[in-house]
Structures are given as C-alpha cells and as structure tokens.
C-alpha cells in the first residue's frame, strides 16, 4: 500500500468520525414534471449520526 493510499484511508476514517460524532443532516427535494406539470415530488431527509451523540452515553449499571 502506497504513502498516499493510507493517508486517504486515514483521512476518510478521520471524516466518518467527525460526522458520526457531531452528527449531519442530509436534505434533498425531487420532482418529476412533464410539460411543466408537477407529478411527483419528493422531499428527504436524513439523519445520519452515532447513537451516543443523539442519546448521550449509556448509563452504568450497577454490578
């Protein structure tokens, strides 16, 4: 594997870190239309996140 192979993987894992640690919201809209009369639109949304960022952490149980 080359220098910059393991650089790249680094940093992607460094990303997805990030992103699961803070949490992003991903929106879109589609529409299909056909002379100029709206069919279908659609509006998404998604959440993609860690489950302890969005519920906090896990609480202890006693032993």
Do not use: C, W
Request: aromatic share 2%; hydrophobic share 50%; no cysteine.
């Amino acid at each position: 594997m080359s220098t910059v192979d393991s650089e790249r993987r680094i940093a992607l894992v460094d990303l997805l870190d990030r992103v699961l640690a803070g949490g992003v919201v991903v929106s879109g809209d589609i529409k299909l239309a056909i002379a100029d009369v709206d069919l279908v639109q659609i509006s998404l949304r998604a959440l993609i996140s860690s489950v302890s960022t969005l519920y906090g952490p896990a609480p202890e149980r006693p032993r």
